[in-house]
């Protein structure tokens, strides 16, 4: 009967979810990371669009939460209200590689008309406001 030591067995290359720790900054570094203020991101928060971690009353966001607040922010850009975004992001958490907004076909045909409708009223408005001034300023 041999005695000899069985080979070790190598640890896997990939380390365990314990021992990798996640960076994680404060809400002052992610406003200005983002060029938002810090009332925006707690708006955010209290309306579930995102979750910090917390250390006591600190705020500390992951990487994760910021691919999060640059789809949030994209999709405020293209003109989605606050509802709209919690439904995109429900379900479907951003790819920090990606950054990307996962828009179905048709929410980009409805987002496109409502805008479309947005700049009509607005063109309008403008007009208004161009023959009031006009008016104002004795031009015909």
Known sequence: MSLAKSPQRHRSARPRSEDVKIERISIGEMA????????????????GLLVPRRDGTTRL???????????I???KQLGFTLTEIRDMLAGAEPRP???RLHLKSEQIVAQIAHLERQRNEIDGAISVLRGAQAD?????
């Not at 104002?136 to 015909?140: A, E, S, T």
């Open 97 to 99: 590689q990606t950054n």
């Open 73 to 75: 922010l994209q999709a």
């Open 32 to 47: 200005r990371a983002f060029d938002v203020s810090l009332r925006t991101l707690r708006f955010y928060e209290d309306r």
């Open 136 to 140: 104002i300023d004795g031009r015909p």
């Open 61 to 71: 966001y992951a990487s994760s939460d910021k691919a999060r607040l640059d789809m």
